[in-house]
């Protein structure tokens, strides 16, 4: 969270060119004359007609709300129109409603909580608006021509979306008595659509990721031909030299079923089922934890394969329908760096079960490197999002794990999505 005193600093430094038009207005604050840093931007704020100044306390070093923090920046921002939001919304009855919506409008916003991150998130936009003729904000009027290739932009959905906001930005602005800006503004809109229809031709008669990657397996490149995908959506390599033969025998065996295998947009991965379509005769016995104990039984080291196929399936953003973790954790099986990210599999149940949640089909690529024992699994697609990011693994307690994948739509819209596992002891 951030302060009321940062928040006013920063917007005062950011708003510089907005001065003072009245007398020096007398302050009845109490708490800000050990700090004479505070105490001025307090009294800028205060002549400036930011807030009342006749109140007992400022409190510089609690959170802001989000109330005064829209009071503050519109008060700023149309410093020269003060009556600007109560003429664009004349329905709505209060100044806290006329500034959230206005904030709304203009896709300022991307959360209710004032965070670091959404107040950089939040000046960015209204610099991006402020130079786009106060159109709502869109990462995409950020563009310049020439960012517009094949290494800035591959994922076709994204080249989608850019282009709805960018016809309906011209939609809006045709066909009115445009200003000569607004002309100019509107030839250089143009020209990006065009551009962004070359490189979805471009993309089309040659998938982006065939560009980057040349050891792809050809029935993975007929794959990503076929269906137009564009990304490796996450790629996982696992050392397995320190498992045992018996289970690098079930783990290779069982995630080397995924190989090549298509799945359509919500299409459902059953994994034990696909374990055991054609029967289960070619997997040995080993070690398998059942409960709290280790038992000498068929197909031990097969939940190596579901972790293997798991993590990169969470990591993609794909839909999570079940999944269990071990009892038991061995972290000379499972990297540390990994922990909580562990998926058991056994007949009957536990299960893992993944839905595929993208608009395409997805690919699995899976490459066993014999001569280094390391295995690599990737999933080929194209991602329903801006931006996937991961946070973990935080240790809630000792045994008590949490990760959490954040998933940012191209509105910037974000959904954040925790992931738990508890293990009765960790090795």
């Not at 002549?47 to 709300?65: H, K, V």
């Not at 004349?90 to 500034?99: A, G, H, N, S, W």
């Not at 910037?412 to 992931?419: F, K, M, T």
Request: charged content about 25%; hydrophobic content about 35%.
């Amino acid at each position: 969270m951030v302060s009321r005193i940062k928040v006013l600093e920063v917007f005062l430094k950011y708003f510089s060119n907005i001065h003072p038009t009245k007398e020096s207005i007398e302050m009845v604050f109490e708490d800000i004359s050990d700090d004479p840093n505070v105490e001025a931007y307090v009294q800028k704020g205060c002549d400036l007609g930011l807030f009342s100044c006749s109140r007992g306390y400022f409190y510089p070093y609690r959170p802001i709300n989000q109330h005064d923090f829209l009071e503050w920046f519109f008060k700023l921002k149309y410093n020269q129109k003060p009556n600007f939001l109560q003429e664009t919304y004349p329905k709505i009855k209060t100044d806290t409603l006329r500034r959230l919506r206005e904030a709304r409008r203009l896709n300022l916003l991307t959360d209710d909580k004032i965070t670091y991150r959404l107040f950089q998130q939040f000046l960015y936009r209204n610099e991006v608006v402020e130079a786009n003729l106060n159109q709502p904000f869109s990462y995409t009027l950020t563009l310049n021509f020439d960012d517009i290739n094949l290494v800035n932009y591959h994922n076709p959905k994204e080249i989608d979306y850019i282009q709805g906001n960018l016809k309906r930005i011209v939609s809006n602005l045709e066909g009115k008595k445009n200003t000569s800006k607004e002309i100019r503004y509107l030839r250089d809109l143009k020209n990006q659509i065009q551009a962004f229809d070359d490189l979805k031709e471009t993309l089309a008669d040659n998938p982006y990721v065939l560009n980057e990657r040349s050891d792809l397996d050809p029935q993975v490149v007929q794959t990503i031909r076929a269906y137009g995908l564009q990304q490796v959506l996450y790629s996982y390599s696992y050392d397995y030299s320190k498992n045992a033969a018996y289970r690098q025998h079930n783990l290779l065996t069982g995630v080397k079923k995924m190989h090549g295998r298509i799945f359509g947009p919500g299409d459902v991965i059953d994994f034990w089922q696909i374990l055991s379509e054609k029967g289960l005769a070619e997997f040995q016995y080993g070690w398998v934890i059942a409960g709290s104990t280790e038992e000498w039984q068929f197909g031990g080291g097969i939940c190596g394969s579901s972790s293997l196929v798991f993590l990169p399936s969470w990591k993609a953003g794909l839909e999570i329908l079940e999944r269990s973790n071990h009892s038991k954790y061995f972290s000379y099986l499972y990297p540390m760096a990994d922990i909580g990210l562990d998926a058991t599999v056994y007949r009957p149940h536990p299960n893992l079960k993944i839905r595929n949640n993208t608009f395409d089909p997805i690919v699995f690529s899976v490459v066993d490197d014999k001569e280094n024992k390391t295995v690599t699994i990737e999933v080929i697609g194209n991602s329903p999002y801006k931006e996937v990011r991961i946070e973990g693994p935080i240790f809630v307690s000792r045994n008590h794990i949490k990760w959490v994948r954040y998933l940012e739509d191209f509105d910037g819209h974000v959904i954040n999505e925790p992931l738990e596992s508890y293990y009765s002891v960790i090795y």
